[in-house]
């Protein structure tokens, strides 16, 4: 698998995550149960593109970047969709989740001894 394949992957599997937590909490406020069969379906899909991409991308930054993209996004999601509370004080944390994703993605080497692309 290509690398750029494999980042493909991360971010189909954040944007899973992020689509079977927001079915979960809409299901759950529409007290519907089937809608839980989609969330579970989500969920391990977006675990299984997961298990592609740390095929070439380290697991420290494959798990990082899709914890953390998807908080935000699933945050996001909650706000847009779900017209939760987005105060300013939450955006800056996204800010230093971000952050704190690009230090790990630019701290991280690969087992040849490259830096990550």
């Not at 839980?36 to 675990?47: A, H, K, T």
């Amino acid at each position: 698998m290509a690398k750029t394949t494999a980042w493909y992957m991360l971010f189909l599997a954040i944007a899973l995550e992020v689509t079977g937590t927001s079915t979960m909490k809409f299901f759950a406020t529409h007290g519907r149960m089937e809608g839980y069969v989609f969330m579970l379906i989500f969920i391990g899909l977006s675990y299984f593109a997961l298990s592609k991409a740390v095929i070439r991308i380290p697991i420290s930054v494959a798990y990082a970047t899709w914890e953390g993209v998807g908080l935000i996004g699933t945050a996001f999601v909650a706000w847009f969709v779900f017209n939760e509370n987005m105060p300013p004080l939450k955006i800056l944390a996204f800010a230093v989740i971000l952050s704190g994703l690009l230090m790990i993605k630019k701290g991280t080497h690969t087992a040849g001894g490259d830096k990550n692309d």
